[in-house]
């Protein structure tokens, strides 16, 4: 969503800003549903290159060309840049496969694994599926920047711990989507997707009604007959009813489930940590401590740390529901966008990563400290950009991770950006349970969910396709017919 907010004219994205999961979508590559021919969505790529800067303003870059990658490892080790080369010739061969995988109804995870065992890179995967990404990267890399690079690549888009088990294989995806697929952010921001959607909808006949809540899904005979809203407003479903209701709230909203399901569905895990975010407005563009050569295009990881072991600590203080006030995982900076903001000043878009239970006050003191926290990261930010100073912001938002949570009840449970852990057992055909992974819900013929706990993950994936193949063909209508129209 794209919202005017903090200043007259400022538009900000509430949550996502880059849409890189997306890019892979049949909905985007082949323009499935005229979003980008006939509705309006259009995005610009900026260029694919990263920067991991450490406290010492020693620089990694990684670019979408593999050979100047390497040639940019080789600068650190020679050896790392010969394993990375093999990594990402590994994930540009195992692309297709994960990604004819990723935008349709998940299999069971047995037979997943049963498929990927059949050939030697398959193995590999399964190998790095079950490891944590610490030990994935160890074993492949031996310079500390290479390792930070590629750990804080795979933990910022999963929000997991680098020791989490079960989270190798993102160290993977993460190398192979660089190298495959160039980012993109909607001109106009990220709610020009959900724009472009709703004129496709209206186009065929559809009608959007916005501002409604909705309190039930109404069920007859075990099928989902409708939705009642909060006003008391019932809306009658002909063929089903598509909700993005978090497994954990099933039955808040839906009778009938059986409670073996419902209960599978409580004891889903939520990422281990959440996102603190500031959308402010500045006066002039942010200077950054960092090399001439870095373009300003580049998206860069700041690192309060110039070594792994100093690197991996700064995760500890959320493993105990504390904030990392002192070596804070930061992400962000300026975004200079052209209509975006009144006279063109730059937009301030600075996250941490923080836990959304505190450990002192719970979730509830998000309220009471997220200033104070937002103050420590702007003081802790300004030593990697100098004028990021109070004189130079012209206003600033927080949105703590319960901000989060009141944005957005139903999918972002816990403040979770992800919407659900990606954890192993939360995996493909496993999210978030094996027995709700086909986007169907047991007992309750003609409902469907989709949402970022549901596969393949939080992010801006676009679950609606695979949520759709499901549909269409529990009513019989070929799917692949219908998008070639
Ligand atoms: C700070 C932040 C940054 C992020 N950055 C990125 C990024 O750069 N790239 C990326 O790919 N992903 C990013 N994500 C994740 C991404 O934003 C989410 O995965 C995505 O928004 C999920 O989209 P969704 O439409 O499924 O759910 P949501 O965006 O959560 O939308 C659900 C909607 O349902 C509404 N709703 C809830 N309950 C009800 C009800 N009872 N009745 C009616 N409506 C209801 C909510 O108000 C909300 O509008 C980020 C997330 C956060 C929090």
Not at 194 to 212: D, F, Q, S, V
Request: proline share 6%; hydrophobic share 40%.
């Amino acid at each position: 969503m794209t919202i005017e907010r903090g200043h007259p004219g400022f538009t900000h994205d509430l949550h996502s800003v880059h849409h890189y999961l997306i890019q892979p979508n049949p909905l985007i590559r082949n323009d499935e549903l005229n979003l980008l021919s006939k509705f309006g969505l259009e995005y610009v790529h900026p260029g694919a290159f990263q920067t991991t800067i450490l406290s010492d303003f020693s620089t990694l870059e990684v670019f979408d060309d593999l050979d100047r990658t390497c040639q940019s490892i080789a600068r650190h080790s020679e050896k790392d840049a010969e394993a990375y080369r093999d990594l990402a010739m590994l994930g540009a061969r195992v692309l297709p496969m994960l990604m004819a995988g990723m935008y349709t109804v998940p299999l069971p995870l047995h037979v997943t694994l049963g498929m990927l065992s059949g050939n030697e890179d398959g193995r590999r995967i399964i190998d790095m599926m079950f490891r944590s990404p610490l030990q994935v990267v160890d074993e492949l890399f031996e310079s500390d920047h290479i390792k930070i690079h590629m750990i804080r690549s795979a933990t910022e888009h999963t929000l997991g711990f680098p020791d989490d088990m079960g989270n190798g294989l993102c160290v993977l995806l993460t190398t192979a989507l660089q190298h495959n697929f160039k980012t993109g952010m909607p001109i106009g921001g990220s709610g020009a997707l959900a724009a472009a959607l709703a004129r496709c909808i209206e186009y065929h006949g559809g009608t959007i009604i916005k501002n409604a809540k909705v309190e039930k899904v109404l069920t007859s005979g075990g099928r989902a007959t409708g939705l009642l809203t909060t006003d008391g407003d019932e809306y009658a479903a002909r063929d089903a009813v598509v909700a993005s209701i978090h497994p954990r709230n099933l039955d808040k909203f839906v009778d009938g489930i059986p409670d073996t399901v419902v209960a599978r569905g409580k004891r889903t895990i939520q990422s281990p940590y959440g996102i603190i975010k500031i959308d402010g407005g500045l006066k002039e563009p942010l200077k950054k401590n960092m090399p001439s050569h870095i373009s300003e295009d580049s998206i860069v990881k700041w690192i309060f740390a110039d070594n792994l072991r100093d690197f991996l600590k700064a995760f500890d203080p959320m493993r105990h529901g504390e904030i990392n006030y002192d070596r804070p995982l930061l992400a962000g900076s300026d975004m200079q966008i052209p209509g975006r903001s009144p006279e063109d000043n730059p937009l301030l878009y600075l996250l941490q990563h923080v836990p959304y239970k505190l450990a002192d006050g719970g979730a509830q003191k998000w309220d009471e400290i997220k200033e104070r926290v937002a103050d420590n990261m702007i003081e802790k930010a300004a030593y990697f950009m100098p004028n990021l100073t109070p004189d130079n912001i012209l206003f600033r938002l927080v949105d703590s991770p319960l901000d989060m949570e009141r944005h957005s009840p139903n999918s972002m449970v816990d403040g979770d950006a992800c919407g659900l852990g990606f954890h192993l057992f939360q995996f493909g055909g496993m999210r978030p349970t094996p027995e709700l992974s086909n986007y169907a819900v047991p007992n309750v013929e003609g409902l469907y969910l989709s949402g970022p706990f549901m596969h393949p993950g939080g992010g801006v994936f676009s679950i609606g396709r695979p949520v759709a193949i499901k549909m269409f063909d529990d009513m019989g209508i070929d799917f692949d017919k219908v998008v070639a129209q």
